[in-house]
């Protein structure tokens, strides 16, 4: 049987962006279910766990975030532009969308949308919670956009984000990336090479 990995991001994540396009190439490698879950560390995961959102975070910590997004920018090749004007933005419609693009169309579309998200944020600069971006955003994925767009404005998936949430703290989960396999939780695109460790062991 493939295996499921559940993927918690946050839309505005960085370490997402870095580690997209390797998740989703471990995924089809090891023909493993690929299933995205954007959750809401603000309001719900990061009060839970002890995190906070980057601007309470002390100076020293926020300073140390940008050397290591230029460490891994660099060490992976990924462009990232480490302060983007549009950072950060208010998720919630834009993460309701993905969530009613998974319900309705399913995980790949979904998955799509959020890592077009991410790469208009962090490498070209764009406002994902302006609407006529998004709407862009979804029509370069193949979406109806404005179908989607009328279809995120509907209340069930704001409680579906937050059933996801509690969910995805329930299971451990405390920042973005998290992969979770079975039992097995990895949070940080710099634990890939363990999630592959892990894919190959189950075969």
Known sequence: MAAAIDYYLSLSSPWAHLGAARIEALAAAHGANLRVFPCDYREVVFPASGGLPLPKRSPQRQAYRLAELRRWRDHLGVPIVIQPKAFPFDEAFC???????????????????????????????????????LARLMADCGLDAARVLALGEEPRWAAMRRADSEAALARGVFGAPTYAIGEEVFWGQDRLDFVARHLARLG
């Open 95 to 133: 993460a309701g969308c993905v969530i009613a693009v998974r319900e309705t169309l399913g995980q790949a579309p979904a998955l799509r949308l959020s890592h077009r998200v991410l790469r208009a944020l962090w490498e070209e600069e764009q406002d994902p919670a302006d609407r006529a971006v």
